[in-house]
Each structure stands twice: as structure tokens, then as C-alpha cells.
């Protein structure tokens, strides 16, 4: 369910100090917990750019190693 999902998402960030991408999957998983899923897809929208934003971060790490 997106209550779990989302905090699985956000114990996977954590471990990258991506702040902005933990504060979204900490608000969807919040958005879960309360059952009102009206801001979902607007937080769902935020989680996904900043997941991308990490991804890229990763991949220029990656070209350095």
C-alpha cells in the first residue's frame, strides 16, 4: 500500500542525505497514513523529480569512480 511503499522509499533515501526526496516520501507516506490521497499525485510528481535529481547525482558519482 502507499503508506508502506512510501516509507520503504524514504529509508532508502535517507541513507543518501537527499533531503528534498526524503520530505517528499515522508509527505506521501503521511498522505497514506491520513487516507485523503487528493494531494498523492502532486507529491507522487515531486518524489519522482527528485528521485531523478538523486539518480542523477549517482551517475556523475559514478563516472568519477
Not at 522509499?9 to 509527505?27: D, P, Q, V
Not at 507516506?29 to 528521485?51: D, F, H, K, Q, Y
Amino acid at each position: 500500500d502507499l503508506t508502506r511503499a512510501a516509507h520503504s522509499l524514504k529509508g532508502g533515501i535517507s541513507i543518501f542525505h537527499a533531503t528534498s526526496a526524503y520530505e517528499a516520501a515522508r509527505k506521501l507516506e503521511e498522505i497514506g497514513m491520513s487516507g485523503n490521497l487528493a494531494a498523492a499525485p502532486v507529491t507522487c510528481a515531486t518524489l519522482s523529480r527528485e528521485l531523478a535529481r538523486l539518480d542523477a547525482a549517482l551517475q556523475e558519482l559514478l563516472t568519477r569512480v
